[in-house]
């Protein structure tokens, strides 16, 4: 329902004035802005809305079945996920440059787009409001399809430590939800109560630092602590012929060479600028 929403709100803004503005600025690339601060928050971007670093998809993984071929998974799963964020930002460009038409702000005072918070809950709700009638329902039906997705991504999250609690403490499951599900209903009340100061401040450290972080020392573990004959049987019970193909030839030295080095990279570039 969501991606619908998404595809029809896409088709309407398109239309509207000052929309071709945004989706050029979208799609045409402009180099100069390329930066270590830009790949820094491309990244942490991309590691939160493929959950990796928070080991949601290695939960998700753990339950799947054992002839699963987990390389094709990962494969459909980024691609889809992708997709869906290419479409997403078919909407949030052109939307913002409509907005600005209607005498919407989508500058900050240094002259930069506004990102994050601003973005989501100023220029989307100014761009329901150029929508007349209409715009009301589409306006509810879109942040009730955000609770819903947020909600949904909020479960998976939260299997993690329920799943590491319950098996490692040996715990009751349900016990184990209320505790930790309590917890972090406290940590969001504050930051809900504080949210001009902790809620831009609390997405940035999560997504753009600590994520990638626990991505590297995951791929430093997979690469180089985990036995690779052991990685390969695991592999092999989805796709037996996986030892002979071109994704374990490439796939190793990936993980424990290139993924690291890049990730260091990101991180130690701006302190040598």
């Given at each position: 329902m969501l991606f619908v929403l998404f595809i029809l709100m896409v088709v309407y803004t398109l239309f509207q004035p000052g929309a071709v503005d945004g989706l050029k600025m979208y799609l045409v690339p402009d180099m100069s802005h390329l930066s270590p601060d830009l790949l820094v928050s491309a990244m942490g971007q991309a590691f939160f809305s493929l959950s990796i670093g928070v080991c949601t998809m290695m939960v998700y993984g753990s339950y799947l079945r054992k002839d699963a071929d987990l390389p094709k998974t990962a494969a459909q799963v980024a691609l889809l996920d992708t997709g869906v964020a290419f479409v997403a930002g078919l909407l949030i460009l052109p939307a913002m440059f409509a907005a600005q038409h209607n005498g919407v702000q989508i500058y900050n005072e240094a002259g930069a787009l506004l990102d994050g918070d601003t973005l989501v809950f100023n220029v989307l709700p100014a761009l329901f409001d150029t929508m007349g009638g209409a715009g009301l329902i589409v306006g509810v039906a879109f942040f009730a399809l955000m609770v819903i997705a947020a909600l949904t991504s909020s479960i998976s999250m939260l299997e993690v430590p329920v799943s590491c609690a319950s098996e490692e403490l040996k715990k009751?499951?349900?016990?184990?939800?209320?505790?930790?599900?309590?917890?972090?209903?406290?940590?969001?009340?504050?930051?809900?109560?504080?949210?001009?100061?902790?809620?831009?401040?609390?997405?940035?450290?999560?997504?753009?630092?600590?994520?990638?972080?626990?991505?590297?020392?995951?791929?430093?573990?997979?690469?180089?602590?985990?036995?690779?004959?052991?990685?390969?049987?695991?592999?092999?019970?989805?796709?037996?012929?996986?030892?002979?193909?071109?994704?374990?030839?490439?796939?190793?030295?990936?993980?424990?060479?290139?993924?690291?080095?890049?990730?260091?990279?990101?991180?130690?570039?701006?302190?040598?600028?």
């Open positions: 009751d499951r349900k016990t184990v939800v209320w505790w930790i599900g309590g917890a972090i209903a406290l940590f969001s009340a504050l930051i809900i109560f504080n949210f001009g100061s902790m809620f831009g401040l609390v997405i940035s450290v999560t997504t753009e630092y600590m994520q990638p972080i626990l991505g590297l020392i995951m791929a430093l573990i997979a690469g180089w602590i985990w036995k690779r004959n052991q990685v390969l049987e695991e592999l092999s019970q989805g796709n037996p012929e996986l030892e002979h193909s071109l994704f374990w030839k490439v796939w190793p030295t990936y993980v424990r060479v290139v993924c690291p080095i890049l990730m260091a990279l990101v991180f130690l570039w701006p302190m040598f600028k």
